[in-house]
């Protein structure tokens, strides 16, 4: 392998700073409740609401604020996403079978009572979030969804765009609040919010310190870091497409990155010279720009095997293959949260409409977890039912298992069904 581009800038963060500060604002808002919320957000968002609750006629009227084609976008994504998450709760069966005479096994999916999901809104209002959290919730059939966001930049609070997705999405509940505070409200609850099972969606590294640090209390979807993709491609590749879609990740986030795994020299040069050519185009240009310059990878692998093996080791949230035969290529790929096959699949697709979620693991946690989808908000639970004569043909194992481990109680309890 040879580096054609190496990353200029190694962001460090200040891990042991933000630990101590979300550990205060979490203990705050669990002693102090709504008022420690309240004054979190006008500290860190500039707006002081008059309720953490949104209500259902300032909803409604969010509709007037957001052109009719906004509306028609959302719902448009929307039912992509609710089809892909019922096509996916469709393969996810309950089970009941008799494994011998008298002794029935199986499990049952239950939904959540409730889940919190937080809806990011930085330089610009993320209404993409607001589906993706709790559309596969509502499929999954969690009875209470609530949801919140900070102020948006310019207004009093939550960006109209953003409370019309959460109409759209089904959700029950919206507050208008964000950062650690909002995850300490959703995990412990205040005067205003009940508390919820489970707490998804993005967040900076603030919200995701505090998902970690209230884990266990609650459920959490993951820790996610900045936005990530990894591109394979070859020679036949498109280098102004490859370019166009590394700048489309790298304007997420000043530490959001890029990688281009490629066996063509040719192809990674020309890359390089078209993102600097296309970030002069964009009005967020110089944003990307500098997250690619700071970031940005650019690797030259010996062959296409060595760049699946490259790919795979990375572990990518995003991993988008554009190869002569990508759907090839694609099936040696064993690591990422979310696959992108072909020169006509870009990840802002799956960004915004395709069907699959956006919410995923980064940092390499790909090899080990999935991003959310409707199984987030379902648990598979087991059961066992046994007759007189089940009972037993499992008395006499079960009781020298006990034995064995010193556990006489449960040895009785063993023996005494078999009597």
């Not at 891990?15 to 205060?24: A, I, L, M, R």
């Not at 020679?235 to 700048?247: G, Q």
């Not at 500098?290 to 296409?304: D, H, I, P, Q, T």
């Amino acid at each position: 392998m040879i580096v054609l581009k190496e990353a200029e800038y190694t962001f460090q963060e200040e891990e042991n700073s933000v630990e101590s500060v979300v550990g205060g604002i979490l203990k705050s808002v669990r002693q102090s409740g709504d008022q420690a919320v309240l004054s979190y957000t006008e500290k860190f968002d500039g707006v002081r609401p008059s309720s953490l609750r949104i209500e259902k006629d300032e909803m409604r009227s969010a509709y007037k604020e957001v052109p009719p084609s906004t509306v028609k976008t959302l719902e448009f994504a929307a039912e992509r996403i609710r089809n892909f998450a019922l096509r996916q709760k469709s393969c996810m069966q309950e089970l009941r079978y008799e494994i011998s005479p008298g002794v029935t096994l199986g499990h049952r999916l239950l939904p959540m009572e409730s889940c919190g999901c937080y809806v990011p809104a930085g330089r610009y209002p993320l209404p993409s979030s607001a589906l993706m959290s709790a559309i596969p919730a509502k499929v999954a059939g969690v009875r209470r969804i609530a949801a919140c966001s900070p102020a948006g930049k310019g207004w009093d609070g939550i960006h109209p765009a953003v409370l019309v997705a959460m109409d759209i999405a089904g959700v029950d509940e919206v507050y208008c609040m964000g950062g650690a505070q909002a995850i300490g409200a959703f995990a412990y609850g205040t005067e205003t919010i009940e508390g919820v099972d489970i707490i998804v969606g993005p967040g900076n590294r603030y919200v995701t310190e505090a998902k970690r640090q209230v884990s266990g209390a609650v459920g959490i979807d993951m820790l996610a870091g900045p936005s990530e993709v990894v591109i394979l491609a070859d020679e036949s590749a498109n280098p102004e497409w490859v370019a166009a879609d590394a700048l489309a990740r790298c304007e997420h986030d000043p530490h959001s990155w890029t990688v281009l795994v490629t066996t063509s020299r040719r192809l990674g040069e020309s890359v390089m010279s078209a993102v600097e050519m296309q970030a002069t185009l964009l009005s967020t240009g110089e944003f990307a720009l500098k997250s690619w310059r700071n970031n940005g990878r650019v690797l030259l692998a010996e062959s296409l095997d060595e760049a699946v093996v490259i790919t795979n080791d990375i572990a990518p949230e995003h991993l988008q293959v554009m190869t002569a035969d990508s759907s090839a290529t694609a099936s040696q790929l064993m690591h990422f949260g979310s696959l992108f096959i072909g020169e006509y699949a870009p990840v802002v697709f799956g960004d915004y409409a395709s069907g699959p979620n956006h919410i995923l693991p980064t940092v390499g946690c790909a090899r080990f977890s999935n991003g959310v989808y409707v199984g987030t908000f379902l648990r598979v639970c087991s059961y066992q039912e046994l007759t007189a004569e089940g009972a037993g043909s499992l008395a006499g194992p079960c009781a020298d298992f006990a034995e064995m481990e010193g556990l006489f109680g449960h040895k009785r309890s063993a023996e005494i069904r078999a009597r």
